[in-house]
């Protein structure tokens, strides 16, 4: 291979983990597909068209660059709804094409009305409603305001959803804030309804609420990180896990990343390896050269700790992970050379390296390190 490293994509875990999402959820609620951050580092380009064809028709983003690209991927049936950010001048861009957005402000639902004004066309609007969680969303009053402008332009907004976003579903200790969001929602569908407003899709749930908390699943979920395989957090898991006569993992994860060895060399007792002085070896010592280093996603702070599979077994990153290389220590591998297959994240044999170990090595979420791979690592679908 050309590049250092490859980053493969699992079509039959993308299958696996949306068949399961659908069968927890049942037939009545609808999944969004979150894609935003390059499809949490899979690559939109491989992901997106995978997940159409695990059934999924409706996507979100953040940005409208984001949705730019996905025009460009995804089937024409297919939705789009970007939950964050829209340039002023990109709110006429993404009515005039169909794609969904939040408002989350007066200032937006202004932007919407002006723009009917100037083109007939009416908005696909997402109202996003403040429920606890002190991020983005209109308050009481501000919906007040919003609930009236909407009925004197009754035309310019078709109102697709009213959602909120839950503080934390992943977290027990959180419980209590989360109940009384969704309580709060419910209460605001009831006053929208009141006024003769009926969205179509009342939505509050990312991956973990729409597993943990079922009365937040309302007609839609934004799945994210379970789609790909990974749970929000230890506490989901074994919530769900709990419940169930089954204690296997019913998710796949859907990425591996893979490189080869550089080169192989010696190091005497009493050398130091890398940069500097953080790892002495001890004994005369075999390493090999990996063309991965923190500019690829491999973060330093996995330097001393990360772990690698070569030959089947698993062996340790010693010393600085660099801009371009690590190193492992392969003494214990008699048959290693140059070219053999490194697995970063992904299964080798019996072995697996899991983004969460990882992260647990290196004090990142699975979130984090995800969305961190770079575009530049070549995708490749496997089945
Ligand atoms: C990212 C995001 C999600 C998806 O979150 P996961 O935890 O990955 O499922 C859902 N809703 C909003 C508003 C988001 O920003």
């Known amino acids: ?11 039959k875990a993308v299958e696996g983990n949306i068949g399961f999402l659908r069968e927890q959820l049942g037939g009545d609620v609808m999944i969004t597909s979150v894609v935003k951050s390059n499809a949490y580092g899979h690559g939109m380009d491989a992901y997106v068209p995978l997940a159409e064809k695990a059934g999924i028709d409706h996507f979100s983003v953040f940005s409208a660059c984001e949705a730019r690209r996905l025009m460009k991927i995804k089937s024409p049936g297919t939705r789009i709804m970007i939950m964050g950010w829209l340039d002023d001048k990109d709110i006429e861009w993404a009515i005039m094409n169909e794609i969904e957005f939040f408002v989350f402000d007066i200032l937006r639902l202004e932007k919407v009305i002006s723009v009917y004004g100037d ?30 402008i909407i009925l ?46 009926v969205p179509e899709f009342r939505h509050v749930a990312s991956s973990a609420g729409a597993l943990t908390y079922p009365g937040a699943r309302f007609d839609m979920v934004r799945m994210g990180i379970l789609q790909y395989g990974y749970w929000p957090s230890a506490e989901t898991f074994i919530q769900y896990i709990g419940r169930r006569k089954e204690k296997s993992d019913p998710l796949t994860r859907v990425i591996s990343w893979k490189s080869r060895v550089m080169t192989i060399k010696k190091v005497k007792r009493g050398e130091f390896v890398s940069y500097g002085t953080i790892f002495l070896a001890q ?20 330097s001393n700790q990360g772990r690698v599979l070569i030959n089947g077994q698993r062996v ?68």
């Open 1 to 11: 291979m050309a590049d250092t490293s490859v980053i493969e994509i699992s079509k």
């Open 119 to 148: 083109t007939g066309v009416p908005a696909l609007v997402h109202i996003e409603t403040e429920t606890g969680m002190n991020r983005t969303g209109m308050n009481r009053q501000e919906l007040r305001r919003a609930v009236d």
């Open 152 to 197: 004197k332009n009754r035309r310019s907004v078709v109102l697709k959803g009213l959602c909120s976003h839950l503080a934390g579903a992943e977290s027990i200790a959180n419980h209590v804030r989360i109940q009384r969001q969704i309580s709060r929602f419910l209460r605001l569908c009831k006053w929208f309804g009141e006024k003769g407003l």
């Open 283 to 302: 004994e005369d010592k075999k390493i090999a050269v990996i063309p991965v280093g923190y500019s690829h996603g491999y973060n330093r702070s996995l």
């Open 316 to 383: 340790g990153v010693i010393g600085l992970v660099n801009m371009n290389m690590l190193i492992a220590d392969v003494t214990q591998l008699p048959d290693v050379k140059t070219g053999d297959e490194v697995v970063l994240i992904g299964s080798q044999g019996e072995l697996t390296i899991s983004v969460a170990s990882f992260s647990e090595f290196s004090n990142q979420l699975n979130y984090e390190l995800l969305t961190r791979l770079p575009e530049a690592i070549p995708r490749q679908v496997v089945s």
